[in-house]
């Protein structure tokens, strides 16, 4: 799907246009399908900081991007699609009846003083596939010569999106308002629509952010084996330290090479606010404090009054004080770059070169052992290998054809199967408890010819109570692509779940908790990307709310070994093509490989 792709050629933003307009139209009653329609967009503009004149960093609103391929801030998109053109009287094409038109800020001179120049208009034109560039004065005369009766697509006014009634360009909200066939109903969707399926340029950038993110977290990995071999030495606070010299003993210091990383490979911008989670921690799902120092021990009766000071430390502390060692802990990093529109200056008013790209994004989570000389404790490793079963079930599932509600629910399946092989979850009845008849340590109690189940009716019988939900409370995963969460309307339109929704008690879904907050519920198709992240946490609150320790299918001794370890979350970008799945994500998450090079090996 990405073979022969040049991504130093010019983003394909025509196609798009051609694309969004066919979903478009199709949406449209007959009727309205036979008039001229047009797509007209604001992009985003500069943010500034609170009350002063600062900038933030610009990025350009996705759906803009998505149709125009222009990154510029402040600029406008008109595109028509008249199925009256004479373009069309030998060649149906759509594409011959469309006219793209970009409009893009003059620059003052007090506007150069201060930022780079936005391309020429001259510099665009060759910059970008579309018709025509213009300076934005020019867009209301565009507006009022459009052909009579056609209907103005723009995007909804809410604070999602650039208002375009609301421009700082004289005219388009007057220009705007005297037709009367302006309409915000069909266009977000038919994006929406239109960007769920990924096209061979798209792809390969994903799979230039997903090479860059995860020679990142490996970066990660290997520090902190550098740690574990002694060729990293601790330095007094203050002192100067080159790159090759950082440390990781806190949250902080892993995000910034991690950020390092992505940068030193031309990735100005993560894609998220990384999530950096060492210790308990782990186990809030969107957790981006990062402020934390790792869990240090061993913690004396004298050390802070055993208040957990050293579990808990703050960046700026110095929790590793002498004769103290890293406590066996996990370190959860859910964290990718965006390989984005910028050249160089990001927070500047206008884009400093005439370089573009895709604003891809890419999410990719990998949990990595520290202390215990870079290995996994036996319960951090138990529950690191159930959620790898977790994915790797999932990736075989995974293709054209099959409901995301079903890999999800699978997750949930493999999670119960599992947990009672770890002899956390257990058989009330006693008839069934762990691995090889054996809970903690200790043989079953005998079974009896009223208490005998098999194994399938237990497992069936746990996930109906909804009590997996507590230790995998999100779901497996969710599309991806310009946006984190992306393309949401299409990626969860209403009525579109398997389980649980209108008119379908459950049925063999499980429990209807298990699908609270899955953010993808479609029968898959080939070119869509998604997330494939499951996870297995033991978060307090969540654990409390399911009365988990009163529960009668919970064994609380053997649970208690494992609550705190905080959690495990594993996360691979996927593509699907025409027979299944391809792994887009190239960091290796192997028990083996991961403790090998967390321990300094190979």
């Known amino acids: 799907m990405t073979a022969n792709v040049d991504l130093n050629g ?35 503009t500069t943010p500034y900081r609170n009350d002063t004149d600062r900038e933030l ?25 008249d199925p009256t053109s004479p373009a069309l009287s030998h060649n149906q094409e759509l594409k011959r009846a469309l006219k793209t038109t970009l409009y893009i800020l003059e620059p003052t001179v007090a506007d150069l003083l201060w930022s780079p120049a936005p391309p020429t208009l001259q510099e665009a034109r060759q910059l970008y596939t579309v018709d ?16 009579q009766g056609t209907i103005i697509h723009t995007l909804p006014e809410t604070v999602q999106f650039p208002n375009i009634t609301a421009s700082e360009v004289d005219g388009p909200e007057r220009s705007l308002q005297s037709i009367p066939t302006k309409t915000v109903e069909h266009l977000l969707p038919a994006l929406h629509e239109t960007r769920l399926i990924k096209d061979s340029y798209e792809i390969a950038m994903i799979r230039k952010a997903n090479d860059i993110s995860s020679r990142a977290h490996e970066v990660i990995m290997r520090v902190l084996g550098l740690a574990v071999t002694g060729k990293i030495k601790k330095q007094p606070p203050g002192a100067l330290l080159l790159p090759g010299e950082w440390l990781i003993e806190q949250e902080a210091e892993a995000e910034a090479i991690f950020v390092a990383s992505c940068r030193r490979e031309g990735a100005a911008h993560q894609a998220y606010l990384p999530i950096v989670a060492a210790s308990t921690r782990a186990s809030t799902l969107h957790y981006c404090c990062n402020d934390r120092a790792f869990a240090w021990g061993p913690v004396h009766h004298h050390d802070a009054k055993n208040t957990g000071n050293f579990s808990h430390a703050h960046a700026h502390d110095e929790a ?15 964290a990718g770059c965006e390989w984005d529109c910028y050249a160089s200056d990001c927070g500047s008013g206008f884009l400093s070169d005439t370089m573009t790209a895709d604003p891809t994004l890419v999410l990719v989570t990998r949990t990595m052992p520290v202390g215990n000389g870079g290995k996994f404790t036996e319960e951090a490793k138990k529950v690191y290998e159930l959620v790898l079963r977790m994915q790797a079930e999932s990736f075989k599932l995974a293709s054209p054809g099959v409901h995301w509600d079903d890999i999800h629910l699978l997750c949930h ?35 009896t010819k009223t208490n005998v189940k098999s194994r399938e009716a237990l497992v069936r019988e746990i996930l109906h109570t909804g009590l997996s939900a507590a230790f995998f409370p999100h779901g497996v995963g969710h599309s991806m692509g310009m946006d984190v ?20 008690d459950g049925g063999a879904g499980g429990h209807k908790d298990f699908y609270k907050y899955l953010r993808l519920r479609l029968v898959l198709q080939p070119g869509m990307v998604v997330t494939i992240e499951p996870g297995v946490y033991f978060h307090p609150a969540l654990l409390s709310s399911y009365s988990i320790h009163t529960s009668p299918y919970i064994n609380t001794d ?11 979350r594993i996360e691979d970008d996927v593509l699907i093509n025409l027979t299944g799945c391809e792994n887009l994500t190239k960091a290796q998450s192997g028990v083996e490989w991961v403790e090998r090079v967390c321990a300094g090996g190979a």
């Open 10 to 44: 010019k983003y394909p933003a025509k196609d798009h246009v051609v694309r969004t307009f066919s979903t478009l139209i199709q949406s449209l009653s007959v009727e309205d399908r036979t008039k001229p329609h047009a797509i007209l967009l604001a992009g985003g």
């Open 413 to 447: 399946r493999v999670l119960v199967d599992g947990f009672l092989d770890m002899g956390i979850f257990k058989d009330p009845d006693g008839s069934i408890g762990g691995l090889n008849g054996h809970v903690d340590g200790h043989t079953k109690p005998p079974t």
């Open 132 to 147: 025509e560039v213009e300076h934005p004065a020019k867009l209301v005369v565009a507006i009022s010569q459009l052909p």
């Open 485 to 504: 969460h992306d393309v949401p309307s299409a990626s969860k339109p209403d009525g579109s779940g398997k389980y649980f929704v209108e008119g379908n």
């Open 558 to 568: 053997v649970l208690a070994r494992y609550e705190g370890m905080g959690g495990v």
């Open 57 to 81: 960093p610009f990025r350009q609103e996705s759906n803009f991007f998505y149709l125009s391929g222009c990154n510029v801030p402040g600029s406008y998109f008109l595109a028509l699609y």
């Open 320 to 334: 590793g004080g002498e004769g103290k060692e890293l406590m066996p802990q996990v370190l959860l990093i859910d």
